[in-house]
Structure formats: structure tokens, C-alpha cells
């Protein structure tokens, strides 16, 4: 379960407040007013700016017409979202995170990765030192990609019009991530010899409309069980020009070639051992990575470039985790050959209810029973209730009421419920992994996963209880 701080927004009920006083107090309006302007260069400056603002703005313009009754009525609703919108902090505690981002330097030779973050467990002593925080979101174009996004969901009932995010997109550039920038790294999570710390690396590629600090509770999250993650951005178009199902399917595999070419020169960056020790300097080893232990995790379209590379790429050799992964654009003809365990950890019904033309779940459960030979055994496919598809990210924490609202995520009180479940199933999956690769396979067991499945199962109802039997699930719930 993760521990969630919720996010209080001071300015927003002073502005209430004092649109009251201007409402119902006509010789202190002209007072009113100018506080009002300086708590909004307030607001705009600490907090942004949410969906309420709209409602104040009505208040206020309805308030300068002098039609008192109905600014009041506005001013209500203002309250109501105000209350009503919970939006929480970032995660913090535990063991103290690093964080390094890359644009431009060693970047230059990488024409595939315009910049990347990365996460690594840190030293505490090291960050005494250091200022905690990073800014969450740095894109300046972000409203643009979340536009995109909402105009491709073509199902989505409630439509949201670009203003919308044009304004409250604000909020997040005030978002803090709890790392630590440029910290010395921990040798304590390494396996250490004279010389040498090897550490387990992950590479995380995020889904359209993100970037690479969009998963920083996973990240993060992943960085103090002691991995290295590297977080490269991926820059294109979510839209696209092509109206037909297969226009738009091989405009994709072709987005996807470009995405195999990032991860791909990421694995350079990984695979460079000089390189590699200069990113993580430190006084007393020369860090390396742990090359029997390089996995990789992707959401949605990260989720098919993850699984692209799982078929392709041999540097992967941990796992790989998949985020409610889109595989519409894979054809599934012939048996599927892997050489690390796969699991997928899926939403309840994004791609049924808004993109049912791509069949995902059917294509899903057939990527998984085409798997050959006894790695098949290593391998879990599973559904978490009520879980939507944003909420593998950072949204559904940072935007969570306004994702209730809009349908983005659902029954968002629990979202650290579905947080919690995706963190254990992922640390479960990569520990398994890991004693795996430790064991030689070399016979299929009929129902083998049975056990992989038995460990999951296990684990998830010693951290979650009865609460377990609510959210895990090992196929798509079939359409009502």
C-alpha cells in the first residue's frame, strides 16, 4: 500500500474568501479586489491553477455585474470542487533516492534520446548535503500532448476542451519529485568485491503523452529496493493523420521503430562500462551494472516497445514488465520465443471501452499462451480491479481529482490501494526473475505457472489481506 500526503491549496480558499467579502460587503469590494489579484500572482506562482478556477472566475465576473444571487451559486460550486478535488504530494520517505537528468552532453551521441532521467538508490550521508526536490514536469508543450491524448479517446464521454488543460496544467510544473540531484550513489544495494559495485538496472520506457519523469513513483519506488532506472523521453506526435484502423496501425510500427532505436542506445549507455562508472562517480568503487540482471518495464505503448525488445534484444537479460501494453500493432502468426520471464500487469477495460477495434485483451491472452517452451512457466498475465490505464503513472496522484472527474481514473479514493498492488507485483515479479535465472530450465510443467502464480498470490495477501481478493484477477472481466 502506498503512503500518500494530500496536497492543500491555501490560496484557493483565501480567494473564496475573499470574493465573499466583495459579494456581501460592497464598501470593501474595491479592497476585494486588488487582495484577489495579488493571492492569484500568489496562486499562480506556489500552487497553479485547477478546474475550480474556472468556477471563480464565473463568481468574479458575476460579482462585477452587480448579479449577486448567481455569484454566490457560482462561488458555491468553487467551494464544492475546492473541497472536493483531492490531489496528493508526491511520495517521500525510506531510503533517500538520486536523481540525475540528462540533456545535451553525453546525450549528443545518442540522437534517439533528446534527454533522460535516471533513479538510483543514494547515500544518506551524501544527501545530508543536499537540497531534496526536482520538478516534476520541465515540457513545455504538456497541455498540447494531454489535448492530443483526450481527442484520441474518441469514447470518451466527456470531452475536455484545451483550455482546460492549458490552465490547469499549471499545477504541475509546482510538483516536487523527493530525490536527490546529482547524490553520491549507495554501494550498500550493490554486490560489491575489491574494486567493483553491480547493480541491477532497469529501463523504464513511459507511454505517449508522458515523459521521463511521468513514473516517478515507480521509479523511485524501484531505486530504494536498489536498482538503477533509466528513464529515456520519447518524443512524437500522439495524433495522428490516418483515419483508418490500419492506416493508423502502421503509423505506429513506425513510431515503434524509433522507440526500439532509443531503448536500444539506452542499452549502449548501460552496456558502456567507462561511461556507465563516470554517470555514478564514486570515491571508493567503480559502479558497474550487474549485466545477468538488465530488465526493462513499459506502459501502454512503453508496454509495446518493452515487449518488442524482450523478443529482439539479448542485453535484456532480468525481465520484462508490462504496463497495460498495447499490442494492436503485433501480429501473433507463431510461436514466441523469450529468454526472460514476461509478466503483464493490466487495466480493467481501457482498451475494450475506448479502442475495442484493437482487440486488445484477446491479443493479450494469445501473446501469452504463443510463449515456447519452459519459460512459459515464468510468465503471468494479470488484472487489477478498477485500475485504468493513466493509473500506472504519476497523473492519477498529482491530478486525482480532476481524474475522477474526467473519467481518467476511477474510484480515485483507492489509489494508493492500486499503487500498492502495482509495486508489489512488480518487486515480486523481479525477484522471481531473478532466482529464475539462477536455475536451468529445461522441461515445460503442465500448468507450471501455477506456482509462480501460487508466490504472487501469497505475497500479495500477506501486504494486502482480504483486500487482495477485490483487486487481483487473472483474466479480463468479459464485456457486460
Known amino acids: 500500500m502506498l503512503n500518500l500526503k ?24 474595491s479592497l476585494s479586489y486588488t487582495s484577489q489579484m495579488i493571492v ?3 496562486k499562480s506562482h506556489y500552487e497553479g491553477f485547477r478546474l475550480n478556477i474556472f468556477f471563480y472566475a464565473l463568481s468574479l465576473l458575476l460579482d462585477m455585474c452587480r448579479l449577486q444571487i448567481l455569484s454566490l451559486a457560482t462561488l458555491i460550486l468553487y467551494f464544492y470542487l475546492t473541497h ?21 552532453g553525453i546525450l549528443n551521441n545518442y540522437k534517439h534520446i533528446p534527454e533522460m532521467a535516471i533513479y538510483y538508490p543514494a547515500s544518506f550521508e551524501d544527501c545530508k548535503k543536499r537540497k531534496k526536490g526536482f520538478k516534476w514536469l520541465k515540457v513545455k508543450d504538456y497541455a498540447k500532448k494531454m489535448d492530443d491524448t483526450a481527442k484520441k479517446d474518441v469514447r470518451r464521454k466527456r470531452r475536455v476542451p484545451y483550455l482546460f488543460f492549458k490552465i ?48 516517478s513513483v515507480v521509479a523511485r519506488y524501484l531505486a530504494q529496493q536498489g536498482h538503477i532506472v533509466f528513464v529515456p523521453e520519447h518524443i512524437e506526435n500522439i495524433r495522428n493523420i490516418y483515419l483508418t484502423n490500419e492506416e493508423n496501425r502502421e503509423y505506429r510500427k513506425l513510431q ?34 550487474d549485466f545477468d ?78 510463449i515456447d517452451g519452459p519459460i512459459s512457466d515464468h510468465c503471468a498475465n494479470i488484472y487489477i480491479k478498477d485500475q485504468q490505464h493513466a493509473d500506472f503513472s504519476d497523473i492519477p496522484i498529482i491530478w ?22 502495482i509495486l508489489l507485483l512488480t518487486k515480486i515479479f523481479l525477484e522471481e526473475s531473478k532466482q529464475y535465472h539462477k536455475i536451468k530450465h529445461n522441461k515445460q510443467i503442465t500448468n507450471g505457472n501455477d506456482e509462480l502464480k501460487s508466490i504472487i498470490v501469497k505475497e500479495v495477501e500477506k501486504n494486502f489481506g482480504n483486500q487482495s481478493l477485490k483487486l487481483l484477477r487473472w483474466q479480463a472481466v468479459p464485456n457486460e
Open 293 to 370: 540482471q538488465i530488465s526493462i518495464i513499459g506502459h501502454s505503448f512503453g508496454g509495446s516497445t518493452a515487449y518488442a525488445i524482450a523478443q529482439t534484444e539479448k542485453r535484456i537479460t532480468g525481465a520484462c514488465i508490462l504496463y497495460d501494453p498495447c499490442l494492436y500493432i503485433f501480429d501473433f502468426e507463431e510461436k514466441i520465443k523469450l529468454h526472460i520471464p514476461l509478466m503483464s500487469i493490466n487495466a480493467d477495460d481501457f482498451y475494450r471501452r475506448l479502442y475495442s477495434f484493437m482487440e486488445n485483451d484477446q491479443r493479450l491472452e494469445k501473446a501469452f499462451q504463443l
Open 40 to 42: 492569484l500572482l500568489l
Open 168 to 215: 490547469v496544467v499549471s499545477q504541475f510544473y509546482k510538483f516536487m519529485i523527493n530525490v536527490y540531484e546529482n547524490a553520491q550513489i549507495d554501494i550498500n544495494f550493490a554486490e560489491t568485491s575489491t574494486n567493483f559495485a553491480k547493480f541491477s538496472v532497469i529501463v523504464l520506457s513511459h507511454g505517449l503523452a508522458s515523459h521521463c519523469d511521468g513514473y
Open 6 to 29: 494530500k496536497r492543500y491549496y491555501p490560496f484557493s480558499w483565501l480567494l473564496g474568501i475573499l470574493l465573499i467579502l466583495s459579494i456581501f460587503y460592497q464598501e470593501y469590494q
Open 400 to 421: 486525482n481529482g480532476e481524474s475522477g472527474l474526467y473519467s481518467i481514473s476511477k474510484n480515485v479514493h483507492e489509489v494508493h490501494l492500486r499503487f500498492g498492488m
Open 84 to 104: 472536493k478535488l483531492n490531489n496528493y504530494y508526491l511520495p517521500d520517505g525510506g531510503s533517500p533516492v538520486g536523481h540525475l537528468y540528462l540533456k545535451g
Open 256 to 289: 515503434l521503430l524509433d522507440r526500439i532505436c532509443a531503448i536500444k542506445q539506452v542499452l549502449d549507455i548501460i552496456y558502456d562500462e567507462k561511461l556507465f562508472s563516470e554517470l555514478f562517480k564514486h570515491p571508493e568503487k567503480k559502479i558497474q551494472p
